[in-house]
Every structure is written in structure tokens, then in C-alpha cells.
């Protein structure tokens, strides 16, 4: 396996089906690419997810590549290539995972590899988890933890997650919304329907306390953050009887929230607006991560200038999207992303480019010679 070249690793770890929570092998495959390369790798196994900590070099300061071997199931949808056969077609690789990151990380050791041929000034490590297309409670946190605890503080870190719509150099992901999930449960007395004095329709109370949630916008934006939205998932009653007013009715719901608010201050309202109509409602709240922010400053300045240098584009900062594992990482250490182009990325015949690959590689290899000398 030829250590600049991010093809060879990235087939590799293709055709490992990590699909979460399984590994499948894929973290021994970089451990050995990153070991060849004199990385002192740290395998971290928190409950039944395995996870990597490498670092190559002992001066300051140091630069951190995060990114996940887990990858999501190939779905339904008709694949034309095996998603794990790593195949190249017509002059791009094909396989889950290609663009949703396991490109990413493959150029991440290239370019390390590229760059510490040249340049021995400071050090770079590699935060690599397999937790987080899932539960992501083994994986980044954790291994935020271990390294708090072991003195491996990085001076910036970069998540290889698919930032860019069309082209290579096109975005930086800044920030990230936050998110919170909720299920709101009403319960009433079953009826007849022909008779409704004899019941309590939870339905209704519950479709109240919904129009209530979306009657007006929870924001307008902020200067680097779209509107807040809260989304209705799902409703459920479970009826299958037209002439009998249900027991129970639930809902579920997500909101993705920017800088103005908080997760326990976004709870509180739901529970406030919902109890309004429906002062017995159930409700389970789950807060996935709270709003960030990397404030535009010398190193996202740095990054954009090495990132521009490489593409000959000047990339756009922004904050839109799902929620990231940079989510954690940024009580660490200032953290921002950017990687492949994601068009294909948790769709079937997931694939990149051989000529992107090559380039993000170059990209990266930028980055570490503007923030390492």
C-alpha cells in the first residue's frame, strides 16, 4: 500500500463493511497504513465501538484530522457496483463510504505522508472514530476524554466530513445547528365516537399543542446561522377503528437550533407550550448536541487561504447541514470542516472521483504546511 496515494487505503477500508456499529476490520487497516507511516497509534475500544487516536511527531503545535470509519447500510435502493467491492468505474471509486468519509480519511494520510517527507515541523494526529452514523456516545466523546486526560491537546482540528455541494474548495463548515429530538404523548379515555361526552380525545389536545409549536418561527437567523426549524416527524394514534376516539395519541418532532438558543432552554419551552394544551402530556426529550461556532478568525483564515491556494476557489463559510462530530470536538480545541463533495454521499452508488481524491489529498497537504511551517 503506497502510503501517498489515498487510492490504495481508501479501497481498503471501503471493503470493510463497517457499517455502524459493526467495524469489520476497518480500524486495524488504518492502524497498519498509520504505522507504517512512524504514527504511534492508540486503539480505544469504549464499550463495542473501536476507535483510533494517532499521532506522529512530540514538537508543537499540533493539527488534528477527525473523521469515522462507520459508514451507513447500502439501503434498499438498487446498487449497480457491490458497495464493498470498491470498484472503480469510468474513472471514479465506488463503494459506501467513498465520499462518507472513508475518501477523507485516506487522503488524510496521504497528505501526512506527503507532508512529513518534507517537513518534520511540529506534529499531526488523527482522531478516528466508528461511532458516528450511530448512537455516537462511544466514539469522539470518548476519545475527547482520553486525550484531555493524556495531555493530547490539539492547536486546531479539521473533520474530513463531505462539505461541498458541486466542487472541491467550494465550503467550510464554521459551525454546526444544534439538535434536539422530542416525543410528546397525550393520553385521554377511550369512546365511542358517537358519544364524545363519555370520552377525552387526546388527538385533539395533541394536534393543539402542535399548531401551537409551529404557529410562528422560533427565530430569524443569526449572523451565521439560518432560522431555527422545528419539524413534526410522525404522528401515531395506532387506530384502526373509524368509530372509536383512541386512548393515546404521540407525536414526534426535531428541532435544529442556532446560536440563540439551548437545548435545556428549547426543552422547557416545549414542555411549557405542549402543557397548555394537554397538562398531562408526556414528554421525552433528547438534546443531540448544542449550537457551535468557530469565529472567524487567523486560523479559519489560514485554512480558507490554504484551501483557495490549492483549488483556486475561495471558499464560502458556513453552518448549514446535520449535526457532526466537530460537535464535541469543539470543547477541545477550535475545530472546522472540510472534505469531499457529498452528492452521492448515503445514497446508493456512492462514489468520488479518482481526480477528487487526488485533490483533497493536495488540499490537505496545504492545510498541514500552512498551520505546521
Not at 261 to 272: I, M, P, R, S, V
Amino acid at each position: 500500500m503506497n502510503g501517498t496515494d489515498p487510492l490504495s487505503l481508501a479501497r481498503a477500508l471501503i471493503r470493510c463493511p463497517s457499517v455502524t456499529p459493526e467495524d469489520a476490520g476497518a480500524q486495524d487497516v488504518l492502524a497498519m497504513a498509520l504505522g507504517a507511516l512512524g504514527f504511534r497509534v492508540f486503539p480505544l475500544t469504549f464499550g463495542a465501538i473501536r476507535n483510533t487516536y494517532a499521532r506522529l511527531g512530540d514538537a508543537p503545535p499540533l493539527f488534528c484530522f477527525a473523521g469515522h470509519t462507520d459508514v451507513v447500510p447500502p439501503g434498499a435502493a438498487a446498487w449497480s457496483v457491490d458497495p464493498f467491492g470498491a470498484e472503480i468505474r469510468n474513472g471514479c471509486l465506488y463503494g459506501r463510504g467513498a465520499s462518507d468519509m472513508k475518501g477523507a480519511i485516506a487522503a488524510f494520510v496521504a497528505a501526512a505522508a506527503l507532508h512529513r517527507a518534507v517537513n518534520r515541523k511540529g506534529s499531526i494526529s488523527l482522531l478516528i472514530t466508528g461511532d458516528e452514523e450511530g448512537a455516537a456516545q462511544d466514539g469522539t466523546a470518548k476519545v475527547l476524554e482520553w486525550m484531555a486526560e493524556n495531555g493530547e491537546r490539539p492547536d486546531f482540528c479539521l473533520v474530513g466530513e463531505p462539505t461541498n455541494p458541486q466542487r472541491l474548495g467550494e465550503v467550510i463548515k464554521i459551525g454546526r445547528r444544534g439538535s434536539l429530538n422530542a416525543t410528546i404523548t397525550v393520553h385521554g379515555r377511550q369512546g365511542h365516537v358517537a358519544y364524545p361526552a363519555l370520552a377525552d380525545n387526546p388527538v385533539h389536545r395533541l394536534l393543539g399543542a402542535l399548531a401551537s409549536l409551529i404557529a410562528a418561527p422560533l427565530d430569524a437567523g443569526s449572523a451565521w446561522f439560518e432560522p431555527s426549524s422545528l419539524q413534526i416527524t410522525s404522528i401515531d394514534v395506532g387506530n384502526r377503528a373509524s368509530n372509536v376516539i383512541p386512548a393515546t395519541a404521540r407525536a414526534a418532532l426535531n428541532i435544529r437550533f442556532n446560536d440563540l438558543h439551548h437545548g435545556e432552554d428549547l426543552a422547557a419551552w416545549l414542555k411549557a407550550a405542549t402543557g397548555r394544551h394537554a397538562d398531562s402530556a408526556e414528554l421525552t426529550i433528547a438534546i443531540g448536541g448544542e449550537a457551535f461556532l468557530t469565529e472567524p478568525g487567523p486560523d479559519i483564515a489560514k485554512l480558507a487561504a490554504a484551501i483557495e491556494a490549492a483549488t483556486g476557489i475561495a471558499p464560502r463559510l458556513e453552518t448549514g447541514g446535520g449535526t457532526s462530530d466537530a460537535r464535541f470536538i469543539k470543547g477541545l480545541c477550535p475545530v472546522a470542516e472540510f472534505g469531499l463533495v457529498g452528492a452521492s454521499m448515503h445514497q446508493a452508488d456512492e462514489h468520488v472521483p479518482l481526480g477528487e481524491l487526488a485533490a483533497l489529498r493536495d488540499i490537505y497537504r496545504a492545510v498541514l504546511g500552512a498551520f505546521l511551517g
